[in-house]
């Protein structure tokens, strides 16, 4: 199958939206997803995005059975190792179902490394469910190691009340 | 209860973030594998487009360390994004010198760094740690964060060197 992979554009937030849904309905959280395009459209297309993003695009031909071109996305960002350096953080990686076993995830995959490698960086992390099996094996396959599992990483969150509370104990400038 | 303050970070302090990152490494029993540099923080920091931010805790020059440093904790982080909840806030290093611990200096690092984030439109402070880490991760829920990992099963991946390098061909 014939694909391409491109940069998205502020255009392409109403389909990067479209698909975040139903990545998250793949990951049986489809409660979760709290933002649209606009937060898309303000926060990945500004002075200072806070994301940048890859859409794959097939010719009208081989369009989906809703009619879609735009078929899979890699949702990235770029951090920072305080003792590796400059990486990238893949947070999203989908290609639509009818669109899977063509090398396609792979291809948004390897973009990801490409431009991160531009910019020096020297890891790309991202994170997995556990009972994702196929998605682990994909990573694995590629050469992806679970520091969770290899490691004992635990990744932790703050959010809703217990980010509030913390924010109101923060010292007085 | 001892006197500190906290700032944001210059370049002039990369040489003691440099020197304290060296410091957690070793407490997290990983110091071999330190490959960043002074050099590498200014640049990296204080550019144009930082890959991250710094925030300092600072003790007056009665109170410095043995050592006599007066920088004696850093927090280091940079903005991330939820495809899910929008603007997050990844918090990379929290660190205070042990003969400094004790005093409040861990947790006023971390509210200052949730407060910047909340500042900056950020809807979650986020962060890892080793699961034998039991002091740290005790610290962490005493303050009301919750594991994603043993919760909702989130593993964290890496791909580097050799594998990344293969990735990255054109």
Redesign the interface.
Same mark, same amino acid.
């Given at each position: 199958m014939r694909f391409t992979v491109r940069a998205a554009t502020k255009d392409d937030c109403k389909e990067i939206s479209r698909m975040i849904k139903e990545l998250a309905v793949y990951e049986k959280m489809s409660d979760q997803v709290k933002i649209s395009h606009e937060e898309l459209e303000r926060d990945g297309f500004c002075q200072n995005p806070f994301f940048e993003c890859l859409v794959a695009e097939v010719p009208e031909e081989q369009k989906s059975t809703e009619g879609f071109t735009v078929v899979g996305y890699a949702l990235y960002f770029y951090t920072y190792s305080t003792w590796k350096g400059r990486a990238v953080y893949l947070e999203d990686l989908y290609v639509m179902p009818e669109f899977r076993g063509n090398g396609i995830g792979t291809g948004l995959l390897c973009k990801v490394a490409e431009v991160g490698k531009k910019k020096q960086c020297v890891r790309l992390q991202l994170s997995v469910l556990d009972w994702n099996t196929p998605t682990r094996d994909f990573y694995a396959a590629k050469g992806g190691q679970d520091l969770t599992v290899t490691e004992g990483w635990h990744a932790i969150r703050f959010d809703g009340q217990s980010l509030d509370s913390l924010v109101h104990e923060a010292p007085t400038d | 209860m001892m006197d500190f303050s906290?700032r944001p970070a210059n370049v002039e302090d990369c040489k003691d973030i440099a020197r304290m990152?060296r410091d957690?490494?070793e407490y997290e029993e990983?110091s071999d594998?330190? $490959?960043?540099t002074q050099r590498?923080l200014e640049q990296?920091g204080f550019s144009k @487009?930082p890959?991250?931010h710094g925030i300092i805790a600072e003790v007056s020059d009665q109170h410095r360390s043995q050592d006599g440093h007066t920088k004696i904790g850093y927090a280091?982080y940079?903005?991330?994004?939820?495809?899910?909840?929008?603007?997050a806030i990844?918090m990379?290093?929290l660190y205070v010198m042990q003969e400094f611990r004790g005093n409040g200096i861990g947790?006023?690092l971390?509210? $200052?760094v949730?407060?910047l984030?909340?500042a900056a439109g950020c809807?979650?402070? @986020?962060?890892?740690?080793?699961?034998?880490n039991k002091s740290s991760?005790d610290f962490?829920f005493s303050?009301?964060?919750?594991?994603?990992?043993?919760k909702?099963?989130?593993?964290?991946?890496?791909?580097?060197g050799?594998?990344?390098?293969?990735?990255?061909?054109?």
């Open positions: - | 906290i990152i957690l490494a990983m594998l330190v $490959k960043i590498d990296d @487009n890959f991250y280091l940079f903005y991330s994004y939820s495809s899910w909840i929008g603007r990844y990379e290093d947790k006023a971390m509210s $200052k949730a407060q984030g909340l809807n979650q402070l @986020n962060f890892t740690v080793l699961d034998w991760m962490y303050h009301g964060c919750f594991n994603i990992t043993t909702l099963g989130y593993h964290c991946m890496r791909c580097e050799e594998a990344l390098e293969n990735l990255a061909q054109p």
